[in-house]
């Protein structure tokens, strides 16, 4: 009964290993060799490279010549060698999608930053925006309401009071209305969390327990788990709230996979979680953003998982 479970995180290892070599090299021939070998080893072999695959985002497309192929009614061309064909192409083609969501952000966003960047942004009502790394906005203002739509990231905004323009942020499904309010909003990895430092904000979200909103008072936090609406909420001192601006990030009960998602904006290149048991863990604690990679492996140690450096990502993955 054990050695299944051992078994397919070894495998899972594995698939991990041969999926950043690919991407670090994906025009080399050997490569792509090597991962349709071992895919074709055995039904593990390829379950253990689908979840590698499905992790990286990779879009399950066909190599050329073999969709090519199939199209032209080439004999030999099976069901399990177009999924194996598939998911190598579209490890070879991972190290270029990933400039695909930077630029539809681009085209959506009024101010943008990068890794490591926080940016103050002063809007035409006087309110302002700190802008945390890798995230993005875009400003929506008319005669009779202030809407903000955080596309990516986190930002904290100190709202100027105006009774006769709600100011609001969109993130996700869920949108949080403040007047003359200091509060933080963060979106990731599917977790929108709204946290205020003064004043008060509305939290609503349709379809869910926050259909009819739900007030949130200085101190307040809540977390809104955009999948499965679950929803999550305490209390912290007001000096937590939004620390990243200090260089620190607090974390009450939060997911794995949102903690690596925000400390990862501080950390180059872009980062894996090679574990997809790992992110549905629950961590709290205090980790320090001059460190991103001491923070992501104070994340992830208590959970039996090491963090690597390779020259295009890091990856998160079990020991």
Do not use: C
Request: net charge neutral.
């Amino acid at each position: 009964m054990t050695e299944a479970p051992a078994e397919d995180r070894r495998l899972f290892r594995e698939a991990a290993d041969l999926a950043i070599r690919l991407q670090n090299d994906p025009a080399n021939p050997v490569s792509v060799d090597m991962v349709r070998t071992w895919v074709a080893r055995s039904p593990r072999h390829e379950a253990a490279w689908a979840r590698v695959a499905a992790i990286h985002g990779m879009t399950g497309r066909v190599l050329t010549e073999q969709r090519k192929a199939a199209e032209g009614g080439i004999g030999g061309m099976s069901r399990r060698r177009l999924v194996i064909g598939g998911l190598i192409g579209a490890g070879v083609a991972a190290a270029g999608s990933l400039t695909v969501p930077g630029a539809l952000l681009r085209a959506r966003a009024d101010y943008m930053t990068s890794t490591a960047e926080i940016r103050r942004i002063t809007l035409s009502d006087g309110s302002e925006i700190t802008l945390g790394p890798d995230s993005a906005v875009a400003i929506d203002f008319a005669d009779a309401r202030r809407t903000i739509g955080l596309l990516a990231g986190m930002a904290y905004f100190d709202v100027v009071r105006d009774a006769s323009r709600p100011f609001s942020v969109l993130s996700g499904d869920l949108t949080a209305t403040a007047l003359g309010t200091a509060f933080d909003v963060s979106n990731d990895a599917g977790f929108v969390s709204v946290s205020v430092n003064h004043g008060a904000v509305e939290a609503r979200a349709a379809h869910s327990a926050l259909r009819l909103a739900e007030r949130l008072n200085p101190g307040d936090w809540i977390t809104f788990d955009t999948s499965s609406h679950a929803i999550a909420r305490g209390t912290r001192e007001a000096s937590q709230i939004a620390a990243w601006r200090e260089g620190m990030i607090v974390a009450e009960r939060e997911t794995v996979s949102a903690m690596v998602a925000k400390i990862a904006r501080w950390q180059p290149g872009r980062v894996v979680m090679a574990d997809p048991f790992l992110g549905s863990r629950v961590v709290s604690g205090v980790f320090d953003l001059a460190d991103p990679l001491g923070a992501l492996e104070a994340v992830v140690r208590p959970f039996g998982a090491k963090v690597r450096v390779t020259p295009f990502m890091t990856v998160i993955s079990p020991v």
